[in-house]
């Protein structure tokens, strides 16, 4: 099966920071791909449209970055094809920032992906997009109480008249050049689920690929076997 999604293993591209635009469907991920990489990808969200990785660079302070517009998901538990693709690319792949755009007008349905997101990653950034539909519905978003609670940066955009892209490329790159570390609210479980996936964790420590998170623990101990054959095939490779 063709993986549009592995890295290519060349120095070049491994020097490049990786990352990924993460969130709901519609909720302007294209938008913002095709503004920072120039690149004119179609928008638009039928079955199957954006199942394949759209790839692009983009420029900053001297760095060139690459960004990932991945496929629209409203969670990381169901098996669409567009789910896999994503979750495995956050996984396997590790982008050095993954930005999860969400519509500013349904923050709560959209805050849902990013703490399952956060699982996997704290390298997160949330960017609420849609901050003009959201002030024409009079609805206010405090973003430094919201940045408290959440633990990462947030930036607001409206990415369709190109407004506050800027401010977001600053955030990534804050994350790249060390000048700010994101520590996401983790979710807590029941304390026997706590103790479970501790224990998990420290068995698997010596096992399993460096890329071992808390999410993959979880669905092991969900029983999901296959993603337990992708970890081990991962484990054979070279
Ligand atoms: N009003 C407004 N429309 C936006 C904004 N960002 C994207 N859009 C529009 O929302 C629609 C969906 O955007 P798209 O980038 O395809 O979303 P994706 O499914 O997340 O890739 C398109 O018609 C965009 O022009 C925004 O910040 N404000
Ligand atoms: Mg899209």
Redesign the pocket.
């Known amino acids: 099966m063709p993986r549009p999604w592995r890295k290519q293993n060349t120095n070049q591209s491994l020097k490049r920071p990786l990352i990924a635009?993460a969130?709901?469907?519609?909720?302007?991920?294209?938008?913002?791909?095709?503004s920072l990489t120039g690149l004119r990808q179609h928008?638009?969200?039928w079955t199957g449209k954006?199942v394949v990785l759209a790839k692009g660079e983009y420029r900053y302070r001297g760095k060139t970055i690459t960004l990932i517009?991945l496929p629209?998901i409203y969670s990381l538990l169901t098996s669409s094809p567009e789910e896999e693709i994503a979750r495995d690319f956050l996984c396997f792949q590790q982008p050095e920032v993954t930005v999860v755009?969400v519509d500013s007008t349904c923050l709560e349905r959209n805050l849902a992906l990013f703490f399952q997101i956060s699982e996997i990653t704290p390298s997160l950034v949330i960017c609420l997009?849609?901050?003009?539909?959201a002030r024409r519905k009079g609805i206010m978003i405090n973003t430094s109480k919201l940045e408290q609670e959440l633990g990462v940066r947030v930036v607001t955009?409206?990415?369709?008249?190109g407004?506050g892209l800027q401010e977001l490329k600053e955030a990534v790159d804050e994350i790249l050049r060390g000048a700010f570390t994101p520590k996401p609210k983790k979710v807590n479980y029941s304390p026997e689920l706590e103790i479970t996936i501790r224990r998990l964790e420290a068995e698997l420590k010596n096992q399993a690929p460096p890329n071992l998170n808390r999410w993959l623990v979880l669905r092991l101990l969900d029983g999901d076997r296959k993603l337990f054959e992708k970890l081990k095939m991962k484990e054979r490779r070279p």
Do not use: C, H, M, W
């Open positions: 635009l969130g709901n469907p519609n909720t302007g991920k294209s938008t913002i791909f095709n928008t638009g969200n954006t517009d629209g755009v997009n849609f901050i003009d539909e955009t409206a990415a369709r008249q407004i």
